[in-house]
């Protein structure tokens, strides 16, 4: 079978990897319908809309969908493939993995299921859990066989194929990007090699699904420890009085250092979550991966201290006004530059803590973003430059494009170089 025979597939999960993989199969003349919890999403994308920011998705989405390539349902249906692409978060303080969407994902489409389909579980998946997935389809569907009963032999193919995308260039590097193929069986790699060859550019790598699993952990672990090496420099400049920007600046002059930028800790589902995959799964081992974590989690306390101690001095600089007269901006709730992915944001950890602890007004300036999302209510979404005139303090969370250049005053807490 070549990739130009798969006539129809079917994306579980219509998030920030789930629709561009569908609208990607889709811009190859293949019939994709995307499947999604959310009547909302559904709804905005057969509409040919967008319920995420990401550059060219739209241009995609609108153009497969008004050419009746790609459309949407909150009701599972058969196919050949099914790509599994929901949310894997942990649980709580313990960190443990919560498998839970892949489980209802698995179990919703397991009644459609017919001999010869490829199920690929593309969700960032702690070690293990493509063949956890495979025994719920099996559990599910005890009338066809899968690649732990029989091998080479069985109806179903399950493979385990993760993304590794930055936001902001998804469409871009799904293309191009190499990509891991990690069948149960070499048939199921095969297969799931075939499907993506549809529109991937880059080398198709095999391996087994239990590496694969934990490569796609091991390259977000890595980019965690960096960004914890930065974040615990500006800790020791704070301490030493030296700039930490000019410190990075003069250290990476060496050939073979490339320091990251520090920031507000660390968001994303990705990196922010991947990490404890690895601990959970071998705590013993994985003692610096943990403490990388931990740096970067007690950032946004850091950064909080950091606005109440601006505040005090300024409050000391004009003794006539109290808290409650000073106004906070905040610029940037996302976890990076430029999107408007909130997840595991510590930006949004950072605003929330503050609008709690400081008695006067904050307002957010979060130019990717329409209406403040739940819980933050209660304050006010406000242009750039009427922030800069309004506020008393202002907090520098994320790079965003439209804050560069800007003009930031002395009572600023500049939590990354803008």
């Known amino acids: 079978m070549t990739a130009k025979n798969f006539t129809k ?51 995609v989405v609108h153009s497969v969908v ?17 790509l599994i ?34 199920v690929v579980l593309e969700s960032t998946s702690p070690v293990g859990a493509t063949e956890q997935m495979s025994a719920w389809l099996a559990e599910a569907r005890p009338d066809l066989s899968f690649p732990q009963q029989a091998g080479e032999d069985s109806d179903i193919r399950i493979a385990h194929c993760p993304e590794r995308v930055l936001p902001g260039k998804v469409i871009q590097e799904l293309v191009s990007n190499d990509r891991i193929i990690a069948g149960m069986t070499r048939r199921c790699s095969d297969l799931a090699v075939q499907l993506y060859r549809a529109f991937v550019e880059g080398d198709c790598v095999l391996t087994n699904p239990r590496t ?17 090496f930065a974040n615990e420099l500006s800790l020791v400049c704070e301490r030493l009085k030296v700039d930490v920007w000019e410190l ?9 250092v490339n320091i990251l930028q520090p920031g507000p800790g660390v968001g994303g589902h990705c990196i922010a979550v991947d990490p404890w995959f690895i601990v959970s799964s071998a705590p013993e081992e994985s003692r610096l991966i943990r403490t990388a974590r931990e740096v970067n989690d007690s ?27 000073l106004k906070v901006a905040c610029y940037g709730m996302a976890f990076k530059p430029n999107i408007d992915d909130l997840r595991e944001s510590p930006a949004l950890e950072i605003i929330q803590n503050l609008s709690k602890e400081h008695p006067g007004e904050v307002v957010v300036v979060e130019p990717n973003i329409d209406d403040l999302p739940k819980g933050f209510g209660h304050l006010r979404l406000m242009d750039v430059d009427d922030a800069l005139g309004y506020a008393d303090v202002h907090v520098v969370l994320v790079a965003h494009k439209e804050f560069a250049g800007k003009c930031f005053p002395p009572t600023t807490v500049k939590a990354v170089a803008v």
Not at 212 to 228: M, Y
């Open 85 to 118: 692409a929901v949310p894997t978060p942990f649980t709580g303080e313990s960190h443990d993995p919560d498998l839970r969407y892949i489980e209802a994902a698995a179990k919703s489409i397991a009644p459609v299921l017919q001999p010869g389909n490829l």
């Open 212 to 228: 694969a699993e934990l490569a796609k952990l091991t390259e977000n672990s890595f980019r965690d420890v960096n960004i914890a």
């Open 248 to 256: 990075i600046s003069l250290a990476n002059h060496h050939p073979r």
């Open 66 to 82: 008004h050419e009746g390539y790609l459309r949407a349902s909150t009701v599972p249906e058969p196919a050949e493939a099914f």
């Open 299 to 325: 950032k946004p306390g850091w950064v909080l201290e950091k606005i109440k101690k601006v505040v005090g001095e300024t409050l000391m600089s004009s003794p006539e006004r109290r808290a409650v007269d």
């Open 9 to 59: 597939i079917s994306v579980i999960g219509l998030g920030y990897i789930g629709l561009p993989t569908a609208a990607l199969f889709a811009s190859r003349k293949i019939q994709v319908v995307g499947i999604d919890v959310s009547q909302s999403v559904v709804d905005t994308i057969n509409k040919g809309e967008i319920h995420i920011v990401e550059p060219d998705l739209d241009i």
